[in-house]
Each structure stands twice: as structure tokens, then as C-alpha cells.
């Protein structure tokens, strides 16, 4: 077993900044460097749960707020671990969204607040890094494929953001703001600057608990 963990590095964001692409190039970035770097995406469709929440996002069923929120949960409850195993091996996860999007997604919905969105999220493993790719909802509206999915209107785009906003005032998650309006190779160095960044603190410092 290594004896130095990977770091958990988290890319959020709006729907279509960019964060898939971002998130294979740094992948691609840290395994040439020679840091062993793997991808994972919530939600994770291959999983029973997964194809649950995939049917909903593509509009081809109807679930409860409530149960639709606690699904997002436990697919990333189910993947923990897996994803303790691979961090103590000493691979990198560069992680497609994770509970903060949970969070702001559903507390941008009418009657959910912040604190309940974020309980069944609590003790999951807390990423050594966020990244926020900042874009401006309505410049998201203008990209590729945007509104194929449920939740890709730009009035809700707009308040997941500023659901984002509060969450990062959050002092106890290392969050760091990328200008996702950039071209492709700027947000890519800037991300992976930011992520060399946290390695020797991760090597050196145990898995946290997310909020708590």
C-alpha cells in the first residue's frame, strides 16, 4: 500500500462551464507528471441507483424532490468505498461534481434550505480541493447541447449559482474560483496549477469528513 494517499480534487460549476472536458485534461496533466490520477463523474448512471437518477435527468420518469435529492446522496455514499480504497493506493480522484452540487441544485428549488440539502452529505470524504468554474448562466445558455437535460434553464442556472455562492463562504472546504470564460488551455493551466498545489498537503494530512 502507498504510503502517501491521492488527493480528492472536486470540479463544480454550472451546467455546460466545462468541467467534463477540464476534468479528462487534468487527468491526462497529473498521470504525465507522474501522479497516478483517476476520473470519477456524479452522478455515476452505471450503478442500480445511478440509472434511477439517469432516467429522471433525461425526463424519462417523475420522482419526488425529496427522494430524487436522497438518491444523488447514496449514489455517492455508495461509491466511498471505492473511492477511500483508490486515495489510499495513492491515486488522485478528479471528481465531475460532488455534494455541492447536490446541494445547490436542490436548495434552488422551492421549500428546500441549505441545511437540509447538506445532512445527507455529512462525513462523506472531504475533497483536499474545489474548484468553481464561474460562468455567467446566461453565457452557459449559448453552449453546445444546452437543454437537453432537466434542470438546463437559465432561470435555474441562475439560482443553483447563487446557491454555489453561499457555499463557498464555507471556510472549512478549500474552494478556489476559475474563470470558466477563458479558453480551454487557460481554465486547464489554472486548474492544474491550483492542483500541484494541494498535493503535499494532502500526502501529508489524514482523509477529512466533509461538514463536519
Known sequence: MASKRGALIVLEGVDRAGKTTQCNKL?????????????????????????LISAYLEKKSDLEDH?????????RWELVPVMKKKLEQGITLVVDRYAFSGVAFTSAKPGFSLDWCMKPDEGLPKPDLVMFLQLNPAEAALRGQFGTERYETSAFQKAVHERFQQLMKDSSVNWKVIDASQNIEGVHNDITTHSLNVFNEAQNTPLGELWR
Open 27 to 51: 487527468v491526462q496533466a497529473l498521470i504525465e507528471r507522474g501522479r497516478p490520477a483517476e476520473l470519477m463523474r456524479f452522478p455515476d448512471r452505471s450503478t442500480t441507483i445511478g440509472q
Open 67 to 75: 427522494t430524487v435529492h436522497l438518491l444523488f446522496s447514496a449514489n
